[in-house]
């Protein structure tokens, strides 16, 4: 999705937001552009294409402001091309905007604008933002700063939708003006200087300390300042956090590509996000939860919310949940979730899974599910992201800057969070108490059973090697091999291309078997060994009809019968989504080596989906 850069200080703006372009392009985009203050003006260089191309744009080194907003776009309102592509300016070239989001009423608001004498060059939604705020401008009566804030903020309370916004003004050149609605922005505060970004990997070599932005907050940024109002320009008092992650972690370090490097990140990922949660003699911790017992024997159903792969994580919470807890829990698709009226009320706890904690549909079921009075509780990997300020609860996942945009390292943190929660609260409860202890001597194993499972990399590269020109791969498992097999699926189909369908391995026999012929794959994830002897069976029929395939496994099985099996570490099967993974998340990005394609950013798809 879109992402923002900004820059005011005292060196040349234009490398430093070209340079934190090019740390956002992992979110995906199809065209870039920055605007600078110069002594005569707003300059502008946009184009569509690679961020890399703004170095080729005639009169690029020429620039020397150093105030400046940048922006890569991702198409939604108008196909990719230079008028489309961002910063816009008002008729008059007063203002230069950059903006993330959505402005839902920007047909009403151009019809406005039109009608007032205003022209549009491009079809885009953005537009009509300079345009508005030049509208306010002139009507002002205020001179100084004062009038350059109340434009912004009136063209804001007109806007609907959601929106992250830069701001500079050629009357200004000291300044800049920033804020936001339902999409992120951030503020890293320098020494003499601010840097503003939709993501904190981008700004992240420069500063850790960051403002976080809440919803309708304006903020008026010189070099040595950042004052926050709120929409009826009062002042906020706001302080900066400090941000742990260090700006290697965003970084390929000599590995080929980001995915791969987080692959291997996992032991590291898993461990972190363990922390000192607990140990094997002492009760589970979370320093962020008061819940008590009173608390929890009130909540009568769980929903787990959200999307994707974090949403394929939410089906090992809910294994773990329903077992060791014994409330009832269901797992949604946060885009279905809203529109479907689920059963919410003050006994219901919702939690939200989010890596980037910005999804716009996880977002709004958050909103609605608080709205019916249920309590909620975000997970996330973003500190300070939009999820963790709009739940009533948070809880971190200690996995590091996520770029690659296929999920690895947040899938497995977010499951092992889950499951650890799931052990805080059966020990509220006082039940299983037996289970819950010999599952935090397994959980504690985990990151050195990561680092012996990922030996099997050169294993799963042969095999990836002999399929890669398949044009369909099945995934089948029973239980939490199912949900695994979902995950194994979705990694493939966005980084490969190629179809893939996952199944529960008993389901096969009553239609999808149809699809199986002479040499097509299929791949069979099995770690319950309550489970394993019957998706042997089913393993057995697709044989029967001709399929290669490849097994993952921590189970006795005869290996003659498969093409590849693949050994991995005996865990508990509460935990073992976290191990089985991997080869599947090694098997997708050797596939897609071997097709010579963009692992990290894979076509059509973006890191952050803002948008519903
Ligand atoms: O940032 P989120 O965790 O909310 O993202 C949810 C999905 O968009 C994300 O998991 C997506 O499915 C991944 N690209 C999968 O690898």
Same mark, same amino acid.
């Given at each position: 999705m879109c992402g923002i850069v900004g820059y005011i200080g005292y060196q040349k703006a234009s490398p430093i937001l070209i340079n934190g372009l090019i740390r956002l392009e992992y979110r995906g985009y199809d065209s870039a552009g920055i605007s600078t203050i110069e002594s005569d003006?707003?300059?502008?260089?946009? !184009?569509?294409?690679?961020?890399?191309?703004?170095y080729d744009l005639d009169g690029i080194d020429d620039l020397k402001? /150093?105030?400046?907003?940048?922006?890569?776009?991702?198409?939604?309102?108008?196909?990719?091309?230079?008028?489309?592509?961002?910063?816009h300016q008002d008729n008059s070239k007063t203002f230069s905007v950059v903006h993330n989001g959505i402005i839902e009423n920007y047909n009403e608001l151009k019809k406005f604008l039109i009608e007032n004498g205003y022209k549009f060059y491009s079809d885009t939604d953005t537009e009509t933002i300079p345009n508005l705020i030049h509208y306010y401008y002139m009507k002002n009566k205020n001179t100084g700063i004062q009038r350059f804030l109340e434009a912004v903020r009136n063209a804001c309370a007109d806007l609907k939708g959601s929106y992250a916004l830069e701001i500079i003004c050629k009357d200004y050149p000291d300044n800049m003006i920033v804020t936001r609605k339902d999409s992120p922005l951030v503020i890293g505060k320098g020494n003499g200087e601010n840097y503003i970004s939709s993501d904190i990997p981008a700004i992240l070599s420069f500063t850790r300390d960051f403002y976080l932005l809440n919803d309708f907050e304006i903020v008026l940024l010189s070099r040595d300042e950042a004052k926050f109002y709120d929409m009826d320009l009062n002042n906020i008092d706001k302080k900066t956090k400090t941000i742990e992650w260090d700006a290697t972690s965003s970084e390929k370090n000599g590995f080929d590509d980001f995915m791969l490097k987080e692959i291997y990140e996992q032991p590291t990922a898993i461990r972190e996000t363990i922390g000192s949660k607990f140990s094997e003699n002492s009760k589970c911790e979370f320093e962020e939860l008061n819940f008590d017992k009173d608390f929890l024997s009130n909540i009568k159903r769980i929903y787990i919310v959200a999307c994707g792969t974090a949403m394929h994580a939410g089906l090992a919470g809910k294994n773990a949940i329903e077992k060791l807890c014994r409330i009832p829990t269901e797992v949604d698709i946060a885009s279905e979730?809203?529109?479907?009226?689920?059963?919410? !009320?003050?006994?219901?706890?919702?939690i939200f899974i989010s890596q980037s904690g910005e999804t716009a549909d /996880?977002?709004?079921?958050?909103?609605?599910?608080?709205?019916?009075?249920?309590? /909620?509780?975000?997970?996330?990997?973003?500190?300070?992201?939009?999820i963790t300020r709009e739940a009533d609860y948070c809880l971190y996942t200690h996995a590091g800057p996520e770029i690659a945009v296929a999920s690895t390292k947040a899938y497995t943190s977010q499951v092992i969070l889950l499951v650890i929660l799931a052990i805080y609260f059966a020990e509220i409860l006082e039940i299983n108490t037996e289970k819950v202890n010999s599952l935090k001597k397994e959980i504690l194993t985990l990151p050195k059973k990561i680092e012996e499972t990922l030996k099997s990399s050169s294993q799963i590269e042969d095999f990836a090697k002999k399929v890669y020109q398949e044009k369909d791969i099945f995934f089948l498992g029973r239980g939490v091999d199912e949900n695994v097999a979902k995950?194994?699926?979705?990694?493939?189909?966005?980084?490969?291309? %190629?179809?893939?369908?996952?199944?529960?391995?008993?389901?096969?026999?009553?239609?999808? %078997?149809?699809?199986?012929?002479? !040499?097509? /794959?299929?791949?069979?994830?099995?770690?319950?060994?309550?489970?394993?002897?019957?998706?042997?069976?089913?393993?057995?029929?697709?044989?029967?009809?001709?399929?290669?395939t490849l097994i993952i496994t921590n189970q006795k099985i005869d290996e003659s019968m498969f093409d590849m099996v693949i050994n991995i570490p005996k865990i508990d099967c509460f935990v073992s989504p976290i191990l089985s993974i991997i080869p599947l998340q090694l098997f997708s990005y050797y596939i897609a080596k071997e097709k010579g394609l963009d692992v990290d950013k894979p076509r059509n798809l973006a890191k952050s989906v803002t948008v519903e």
């Open positions: 003006g707003l300059s502008i260089m946009k !184009d569509k294409g690679r961020v890399r191309n703004l402001g /150093t105030i400046g907003i940048a922006h890569t776009r991702w198409a939604t309102h108008g196909k990719p091309s230079k008028e489309n592509s961002h910063p979730f809203r529109y479907r009226e689920p059963l919410i !009320d003050d006994k219901t706890l919702c /996880t977002i709004a079921a958050l909103k609605l599910s608080k709205s019916h009075g249920a309590k /909620t509780l975000a997970i996330s990997n973003v500190i300070g992201s939009s995950e194994g699926s979705l990694k493939l189909k966005e980084i490969s291309y %190629i179809h893939s369908e996952s199944y529960a391995a008993g389901e096969l026999k009553h239609g999808p %078997i149809a699809l199986i012929e002479k !040499d097509v /794959t299929v791949i069979g994830i099995m770690t319950d060994e309550k489970l394993v002897e019957k998706t042997v069976s089913n393993l057995q029929e697709v044989i029967t009809r001709g399929a290669k």
